[in-house]
Each structure stands twice: as structure tokens, then as C-alpha cells.
């Protein structure tokens, strides 16, 4: 199969299947379920309609991101060789590719594109985080990859914000399966930190209150890095869908729930006082029309999927791209933000259900720059992407536009950020 399909569409469906983590600690649950497609996308429609419902064209005329600003990806290993997000992996400059050296002294050796944490099975922490010869498809890490920093060159998908960086930390093993500890997760989330990630997104859930896993989530909030989780899915043992999960519980953590394609809560999607914000996935029995779409882990392929882990990396690309035009924005200006511009649903005010509502990255974007000194500036001729059907692998290209759409394009100075660097 080739990077897109022809006419006939081939699908492949994979229905209900969960994530796990085991440890003597806690059970720990990837949060999603999927419908797999490998289908042409040939409409601006099909490639993103819930871009649309998060108010994503108003943000994208000012900026699509920047590569300095670094969401770090704790999930399953991501495979960059797919075309969609082959130019946003984050490098590691400080560390010379290959030399079996720590060049930059952080304790681990040539970590250059990030760390695989998992160790169970027979697998040692390498500095390989993405799939490796033999392993089974890992195709949840790289569908948030996708939803965060997806090109947007016509061919495919787009992200939120495809100019940002995304940083690869693994601690799910093959088959999406991976018994671990509480010290790992933590290490992953310490590492992520302590190598320039401005942002963390956890499509992970769990049900157990962890102490030694709070000190790690702590340790990022205290050093300015916005970790961004998920209200979890209908898989916990009790409490039906009023049920905490964790990270998103801990009050350090932004929770994000999920919603259809008609603004409605999402038939699987957990809810309760620790829900700050929801953004659109779709339902559980939705087609594929009205069903979040990104890449695949194989390289090529296009997934459809449900279930809140789609919804969490919308908010870590929002974020990504609220730093962009404003890096000196703390996590309490970055949540009073979501809250202020997020358009409310369901009953007035903050919910059970909604939170504060549904993410506005346009309003976000504009109120962080509003709150710095952000100015904008309008290059003519504006582009306009248009998705052209074609019979061969997706090209490469540089992300100027939103589909399908005129946009402004904004051109701002950041400032550099470096490792440690709060």
C-alpha cells in the first residue's frame, strides 16, 4: 500500500480494543478506541471537521506554531516515518547522534529524538523510543502526533499546530501493552521536563491516587510545564462514568473530556468536577464522516478513532500555539485563558459535564496575545492549500495555510528555549 489509497477504499477495523498498564501499583489505561480507515481524504471537510468546532481558522491567522515551542508525547512511541509528521520531531541538540557518549550529561546516551522507558518483557530503555524491528504497530502515539502537529500539505491531515516540535517518550510496550512502575512514568515525565518540553500530553488514564507518580506531576507543574491529560473512557472496574482518572484528576493537570459531532457529551467519555475543558472526538457508534481522523503507526496509513485521548492533544497543541505568541505566559494564565475563551455548552457556567466548555483556539490564541507584545503580520499574496486526489505517497511541504482557506501569516521573534530553562 502506498501513502494514500486510490478510489476504492480499503478499511480495516479495529473495534474496542483497550490499553494497559500493569504494575504492582496501579492498572494504567490508554484512552481510546478506533476505527481504522486507510481511505483518500479529497475535502477539506474530511480532513478535519472538528478543527472547525475548536475555531482553529482565526488562530492559524496569526500562527501555526513554532518549532521552538516542544510538546513531549508520553504514549506509545511515535513513528515519524509517516509523511504527515516527518518534519516536527523534536531534536536533541545538545547530543551528538551515534557516539555512545551523554554529550549533554542529562544521564542518558545519544538521546537525540527522545527515550523508550518501557523495560518489561525483555526490553531495556534505549534511546529508540519509536517502533523497532519487530514490534507490532504502535499507532496510538503517532495518531496524537498527528492531531498535534499534523503538515497539512493536502495530502492527508492537519494538526493543530503543525510548526511545533513534538518530543517522543515511550512508556507503553508492543501491542500498546505495558507493565511498568510508577518510577518509570516518573522518570518519563522528569525527563520530558528536564529536556525543554513546554508541554506534556498524557492520553493515559488510571484509577489509583499515586503519591510517588503526584511528586513527578508536581515536579512540571513547579516547573512551568503544562501537563495536559484526559476525563478517561467507560473502562474503569466501578463508579460508571462519574469516576476520576488520573493524571487528570490531580489539580496540577488540565482534564479534557470528549464530544460528538453534535457538541453533545460523548457517549464514553468520563465526566465530573475535574473535567476543564472538552474537545470533539465524536461517538462510539458515529460514522466515519463524524469521527476524529489522523495517521496511522505504520508510515502511511489514515485512522479514524474515538475515545478521549484525541481530545487531550487539541488542548496540547492549543497551548503550544498560545506560547508561541506569548512564551512568558505561566500555567495559571494558560488555564484562565481555556476558561475565559472556551464556548460554553450544556448548563451556563462550568459543569460536570463540559467543564468550562468547548476549546476556542482562536480566543485563546488572541487573549495570549493580548496579555503579551505579539505583532502580527500580514504577507500578500495569502496561500490557499487545496487538496488534490492523487495515486502517490504524500509529498513533503511546509505548513503556510489551513486547508483549503486564505489565511495571515504571522512572523514573530521567540525567545530560544533551552533544557532546564525555569
Not at 361 to 380: F, M
Request: hydrophobic residues 35%; negative net charge; charged residues 20%.
Amino acid at each position: 500500500m502506498g501513502g494514500v489509497m486510490n478510489s476504492k477504499k480499503l478499511r480495516l477495523f479495529i473495534i474496542g480494543i483497550t490499553l494497559f498498564i500493569l504494575s504492582s501499583n496501579f492498572v494504567l489505561v490508554s484512552s481510546y478506541t478506533n476505527n481504522v480507515e486507510d481511505i483518500l481524504y479529497t475535502t477539506t471537510a474530511e480532513k478535519g471537521w472538528h478543527l472547525d468546532k475548536i475555531k482553529i481558522d482565526g488562530a492559524w491567522a496569526l500562527t501555526n506554531g513554532s518549532s521552538d515551542i516542544v510538546v513531549a508525547v508520553i504514549d506509545s512511541g511515535i513513528n515519524f516515518a509517516h509523511p504527515e509528521i516527518t518534519h516536527c520531531q523534536w531534536i536533541n541538540e545538545d547530543e551528538i547522534a551515534g557516539n555512545a557518549i551523554d554529550d549533554d550529561l542529562n544521564g542518558y546516551t545519544d538521546d537525540t529524538h527522545g527515550w523508550d522507558f518501557v523495560t518489561d518483557g525483555g526490553n531495556l530503555p534505549d534511546n529508540e523510543p519509536g517502533p523497532e524491528a519487530g514490534d507490532a504497530i504502535h499507532w496510538h502515539a503517532s495518531f496524537i502526533t498527528g492531531v498535534i502537529a499534523g503538515l497539512g500539505d493536502g495530502s492527508g491531515i492537519v494538526g493543530v499546530a503543525p510548526n511545533v516540535s513534538v518530543m517522543d517518550v515511550r512508556v507503553l510496550k508492543e501491542n500498546n501493552y505495558a507493565g511498568t512502575t510508577n518510577e518509570v512514568l516518573g522518570d518519563a515525565i522528569r525527563y520530558a521536563v528536564d529536556n525543554g518540553a513546554d508541554v506534556i500530553s498524557m492520553s493515559l488514564q488510571y484509577y489509583a491516587n499515586s503519591s510517588d507518580w503526584f511528586d513527578d506531576i508536581v515536579y512540571a507543574y513547579n516547573n512551568g510545564v503544562v501537563i495536559v491529560s484526559c476525563t478517561g473512557n467507560t473502562w474503569q472496574p466501578s463508579g460508571g462514568q462519574y469516576t476520576c482518572s488520573y493524571p487528570g484528576c490531580f489539580d496540577e493537570a488540565i482534564s479534557v473530556g470528549a464530544t460528538n459531532f453534535d457538541d453533545a457529551k460523548a457517549d464514553y467519555s468520563n465526566y465530573g468536577p475535574w473535567t476543564e475543558l472538552v474537545a470533539p472526538v465524536g461517538d462510539e457508534s458515529d460514522t466515519y464522516s463524524r469521527l476524529i481522523r489522523s495517521i496511522g503507526g505504520d508510515g502511511f496509513s489514515y485512522y479514524t478513532g474515538w475515545g478521549t485521548s484525541f481530545a487531550c492533544p487539541q488542548v496540547s497543541a492549543a497551548v503550544a500555539l498560545m506560547l508561541t505568541v506569548n512564551s512568558s505566559l505561566t500555567i495559571s494564565d494558560i488555564r484562565d485563558i481555556l476558561h475565559d475563551t472556551a464556548t460554553d455548552l450544556g448548563t451556563a457556567g462550568k459543569d460536570d459535564y463540559f467543564g468550562y466548555g468547548m476549546l476556542n483556539v482562536e480566543g485563546a490564541v488572541i487573549e495570549a496575545i493580548e496579555r503579551g507584545s505579539y505583532n502580527p503580520v500580514t504577507e500578500t499574496p495569502t496561500p490557499t492549500l487545496t487538496p488534490t486526489p492523487t495515486e502517490t505517497s504524500p509529498g513533503f511541504g511546509i505548513i503556510l495555510s489551513s486547508i483549503g482557506m486564505s489565511i495571515t501569516i504571522a512572523i514573530i521573534t521567540i525567545r530560544k528555549k533551552t533544557k532546564n530553562k525555569r
